[in-house]
Structures are given as C-alpha cells and as structure tokens.
T-cell receptor, first 114, second 112 residues
Framework: NAGVTQTPKFRILKIGQSMTLQCTQDMNHNYMYWYRQDPGMGLKLIYYSVGAGITDKGEVPNGYNVSRSTTEDFPLRLELAAPSQTSVYFC?????????????FGPGTRLTVT | GDSVTQMEGPVTLSEEAFLTINCTYTATGYPSLFWYVQYPGEGLQLLLKATKADDKGSNKGFEATYRKETTSFHLEKGSVQVSDSAVYFCALSYTGGFKTIFGAGTRLFVKA
C-alpha cells in the first residue's frame, strides 16, 4: 500500500493564481482531512470529509474548497491565492472516528505564494 | 475550549541521553491523547497513544502516561539515538469528533 499520497511536493504561486492540491489514499478510509502547518504552530484543520460526497468545514476554511467524488481522492482547491496561504499542507485519512483512531498523513505540499 | 501546550524547542541532546518532552492539555471532556512524530521531509506518523486516564502508551522505546489529575501526557525515552531527531507533536481528539487538536510541536536534535 502506498498509504496517503500528495502532489505536488512543492509549488510557488503568484498572488491571485489558483491551484489544486491532490490527495489520494489506498486504504479504503472513509474519513479524510486537510490541514495546514504554519511555522511554530500546530496543524489547523481546513476541511474534512466523512465519505464520498460529504464534506464540511474545519477551523480555517476561508480561501479553500474541497470535493470528494470518490473514497480515494480528496483534492483541495485554492482560488485567488494570497500570501497568507503560504504554508505546508497535509492530507490525512482515518478508518473511523472511534476512540483512539489514528490518522495517516501524506508527505505534505509546501506552497509559497508571492 | 480544548488546547494542547508543549514545551518549546528545539531540544538538543547527546546520544544516549534521557528525553522528556512536556505536554499538558485543557479538555472539556475525556479525550484520547496522542504523540505524533514528523521526520524531516515526511508527514506525521503516530508514535503512541492512550485512550483513558492512567493508560501508558509505548512504542520504539518511547513512553507517555495519561495523567488526568495533572492534565499531562509527557513523552519520555531513556536513551535517545541520532535517528530520533524529528519534530514531536502532542495531540488530543474525541470519539466521533472530527477535530484533532495539535500542539505546536517540539523539535528534537540528537548529536552523535
């Protein structure tokens, strides 16, 4: 199993450009998440999904959109990129939300907006 | 609201030294507690967890005990190795909840 994969690994965007961060998992997990990690800060939840066709906002959803058309894929869309969106983005998945459920993380995408 | 506070890093140790990374939490309910580790260039991976008070999680020589009376979940290892150099995150989550709260992370450097 590849686990959780993310593309691209690195990206530089100009202010106002758009892009999609790709995330795929091959563990048949229902639950998927997008986080951002800013320097010296913990991870902040952007969006999450409990299954194909179902998504909901996390703590910091502004400026982002998601979709979940299949169990495997959970892309994150940035519209009109801003410098405040410079961060490292992690996709994660989990089998369920039972007590102690582990999240599995992808390797991250480092995004710079200039 | 719920929160997780970790000791600030970086923590620099020599190989075979004893490691403690402090983690305290504020919780409105009875969460599960986790330590995740992030090696350079990689995503986070679960190191250990504890799901109720007085439980001890352990893995790869690391240990942490869920202390409800002191709201703490300190990470310890008796003898660190260079390969333990990484960022360590303390976190909490609730059953059925979709929000995992992470601490800011503590960077550990181990010198040979």
């Amino acid at each position: 199993n590849a686990g959780v994969t993310q593309t691209p690994k690195f990206r530089i965007l100009k202010i106002g450009q758009s892009m999609t961060l790709q995330c795929t998992q091959d563990m048949n997990h229902n639950y998927m998440y997008w986080y951002r990690q800013d320097p010296g800060m913990g991870l902040k939840l952007i969006y999450y999904s409990v299954g194909a066709g179902i998504t909901d906002k996390g703590e910091v959803p502004n400026g982002y959109n998601v979709s979940r058309s299949t169990t495997e894929d959970f892309p994150l869309r940035l519209e009109l990129a801003a410098p405040s969106q410079t961060s490292v983005y992690f996709c994660a998945s989990s089998y369920n939300q039972d007590r102690g459920a582990e999240q599995y993380f992808g390797p991250g995408t480092r995004l710079t907006v200039t | 609201g719920d929160s997780v506070t970790q000791m600030e890093g970086p923590v620099t140790l020599s190989e075979e030294a004893f490691l403690t990374i402090n983690c305290t939490y504020t919780a409105t309910g009875y969460p599960s507690l986790f330590w995740y580790v992030q090696y350079p260039g990689e995503g986070l991976q679960l190191l250990l967890k504890a799901t109720k008070a007085d439980d001890k999680g352990s893995n790869k020589g690391f240990e942490a005990t869920y202390r409800k009376e002191t709201t703490s979940f300190h990470l310890e290892k008796g003898s660190v190795q260079v390969s333990d150099s990484a960022v360590y995150f303390c976190a909490l989550s609730y059953t059925g909840g979709f929000k995992t709260i992470f601490g800011a992370g503590t960077r550990l450097f181990v010198k040979a």
